[in-house]
């Protein structure tokens, strides 16, 4: 059993940044490799980036590459995702999860999840 919880949302202008984190408790972390996710106001959630078990590979969607930066810090039991240069259409319901098997974007794969984070980006 793995509980999640994020953290770092909140409201910001096109153009800022926000931290996002995420700690887990309850499991080994560096069993589990960790993605975030998103859900845009009335739309799916939506795959952000992945992160592999050490922190040595990481995947990001299309629309978040250059600006968005995922890590993690084992020994804190945290992933991070950094995101800069927030523009409107990333305003979302932002979810961290735990996947032993690394399926990056394959939803299906992750079998833990946190409760989210809202992001609000204002023009």
């Known amino acids: 059993q793995v509980r999640l919880e994020e953290s770092g949302g909140g409201s910001v202008q096109t153009g800022g940044s926000l931290r996002l984190s995420c700690v887990a408790s309850g499991s080994v972390f560096e069993s589990y490799a960790m993605g975030w996710f998103r859900r845009p106001p009335g739309k799916a959630r939506e795959f952000v980036a992945a992160i592999d078990w050490l922190g040595q590979r990481t995947y990001y969607a299309d629309s978040v590459k250059g600006r968005f930066t995922i890590s993690r810090d084992n020994d804190k039991n945290t992933v991070y995702l950094e995101m800069s240069q927030l523009q409107p259409e990333d305003t979302a319901v932002y979810y961290c999860?735990?996947?032993?098997?690394?399926?990056?974007?394959?939803?299906?794969?992750?079998?833990?999840w946190g409760p989210g984070t809202q992001v609000t980006v204002s023009s």
């Open positions: 999860g735990a996947d032993p098997e690394f399926g990056i974007h394959r939803e299906y794969e992750y079998d833990y």
